[in-house]
């Protein structure tokens, strides 16, 4: 098993509970032209930013939108529907866990910097992180599932690829963290999907379930 001195986490499904947010804009959209949002269209959308996140729909559904049309919309419904984001189960325990034992942590999000701050406005814990990069980082070449998100925030920690862990809910994240050559540990939104999960190292039901001392990072009191 790896050194671990540095973690990263997604931020959409992982700490907090944002997608039955971004599926009630997608399906409030969608019924606007008389589609319907299926399950499989959502997931292939998790991780991605909004610019391929709005392709996928628009394409999937077809929808009588540009994509540019989409995110128009979208935007609309943002500010009402983000800042109701309630954390994960064991999302706060774990972030406070690793700062109090000095451990430098980031948060890699496809996410734009203006809906991360939405999402984040009642959580003043999501402030603990050393760095934060968005999906529009002018220094991001690709987003996820490429690795370059998960690449530019360690070396923003300044941490080799090899002593970081990163904690993913998406498909496109673990791929992502993959080829970024990190350690993965998968929390997938939908339990249904687990089996496509093999790629990552670990595979929980909850952040409630990880065990900081099984990757050699401090232990809560109870391991």
Known sequence: MPSITHVIFDVDGLLLDTEPLIAA????????????LDQETLSLTAGRNAQDSAQIL???????????????????????????????????????????????????TSSSQQHFDLKKRHHPWMNLFSCVVTGEDPELAAGKPAPDIFLLAAQ?????????????DSLAGVTAARAADMAVVA????????????????????LLEFKPSSWRLPPYKQD
């Open 25 to 36: 804009i997608a399906s409030t959209i969608a019924g606007r032209y008389g589609k319907t």
């Open 58 to 108: 628009v394409d999937r559904l077809a929808l009588p939108l540009t994509c540019e049309d989409y995110l128009a919309e979208k935007a609309a419904l943002v500010p009402q529907m983000y800042p109701k984001a309630e954390a994960k189960p064991g999302a706060r325990q774990l972030v406070e866990h690793l700062r109090i034992h000095g451990i430098p942590q980031a948060i890699a």
């Open 156 to 168: 923003r920690l300044g941490a080799s690829p090899d002593s970081c862990l990163v904690m993913e």
């Open 187 to 206: 929390v997938p939104e939908l339990p249904e999907f687990t089996a496509q999960y093999s790629a990552a190292d670990q595979v929980l039901t909850s």
